[in-house]
Structure formats: C-alpha cells, structure tokens
C-alpha cells in the first residue's frame, strides 16, 4: 500500500510548507493547488470559482446536519458544492492510488481513511501566523494587524465549517489526527528532515 501523508493546516501555520518541504525530502509526489485545477478541468468551472467554494460551508446559515441528512427542497449552491466535493474525492482517491503522496487539506484524511494515512495537523499561535503572513506578502498586503487577524479567523472558520459538513467531524480534533506540529516560532525547513526519519524507518 502507497505512504500517504495528508496535511491539515490553519492558516498562517506553516502547513503548506512543511507539506510541500515533506514531499521532496521523501522524494514524493505533492498535491495542493493541482487538486484545484483538476477539479476545475474536469467540472468546467473556472479555478477561481471551486477555490472559493473548497474549504468552505456550501451554504452559509445551513446547519451542519444538512450535510448528512435528506434535504427535501434542492438548493443550487448545495448541488454545486456537493458536486464539486465529489469530484474532489474522487480526484483525491485516484492521486492517492497513484504513488506515495502528501496531501494538503481538502479534507483529504477523511475522504482516504480507508487507506491508513498518516495524518498531521499543522497549527501556531496568532502571533506566529501574523508573522508568517507578513512575510508571504500577498496575503497580508494592504491589511492592518487587526483586518489580519480577522481574516485568520475567517478563514479557519471556513475550514473547520467545509470540514464538519462533509466529515461530521471536529475538524481541531486531536483524534483525528496522528500527529499534531505546533510550530509558533519554529523554522519549517528545520524540522522537516526530523519528521522524514519517521517515514525511512
């Protein structure tokens, strides 16, 4: 059976990073953004569109239970949303059946759970997510300290939100995970290499 490695991150923790770092110190394949753009190859919906859409609660108000209960009116958004969340896992399935692999996000330990991942949950303190931010730049350009941080905020709730409708999951549950990286004020590459030992062994 293939290694695969799924990474869960909030955001401004590092998580895509140590993915990405993980990846070529195993000399493995890495999916992230090219999960985007297949979805959106195979949909015929622009990047753009199932970007905003992934990691998201399809429909905002909706109560969680709908996410796995019999919904009698049809709604539009939830239909777009529950098609893209099944062409991702279907794309995620395939890509993990391929070769060794990272995954990053998209609620990939959940959707290949049958296939014994390892799973890592990457997190940090604000400060260290501020920090982070600042120094990608495209994130934080424009924004105050303050109007950063909410849009940390948002964006994890976001996630946790996109990951408790279609896992029934808590998505900072530590159970559901196999390991979980605090990396406030940790250089990322440096620990990458630790890390790999446990997957050489």
């Known amino acids: 059976m293939n290694t695969i490695i799924t990474i869960g991150r909030e955001f401004g923790s590092g998580g895509r990073e140590l993915g990405r770092r993980l990846a070529e110190e195993l000399k493995i394949a890495y999916y992230d953004s090219e999960i985007v753009s297949e979805i959106s190859k195979r949909t015929q919906l622009s990047e753009n569109y199932v970007k905003q859409i992934l990691e998201k609660q399809p429909v905002p108000l909706m109560p969680i239970t709908i996410g796995h209960s019999f919904y009698h009116v049809p709604h539009p958004l939830l239909e777009s949303n529950r098609a893209i969340y099944n062409e991702q896992t279907k ?7 391929k070769s060794d692999c990272v995954l990053v996000g998209r ?32 994130e934080a ?6 109007e950063l941080i909410r849009k940390i ?7 946790a939100q996109y990951y408790e409708f279609f896992t029934g999951r808590d998505w900072h549950d530590k159970l559901n995970y196999d390991l979980c990286i605090n990396t406030t004020n940790t250089v990322i590459k440096d620990i990458v290499p630790i890390l790999a030992r446990m997957f050489r062994a």
């Open 141 to 146: 350009e424009g924004l105050s300290d303050k």
């Open 153 to 159: 905020k948002n964006i994890d709730k976001d996630r």
């Open 107 to 138: 609620c990939a330990d959940y959707i290949v759970r049958d296939k014994h991942p390892f799973r890592i949950f990457v997190y940090a303190d604000m400060e260290s997510k501020l920090r982070r931010c600042r120094e990608k730049g495209d």
């Open 91 to 97: 794309l995620i399935n395939e890509l993990s059946e």
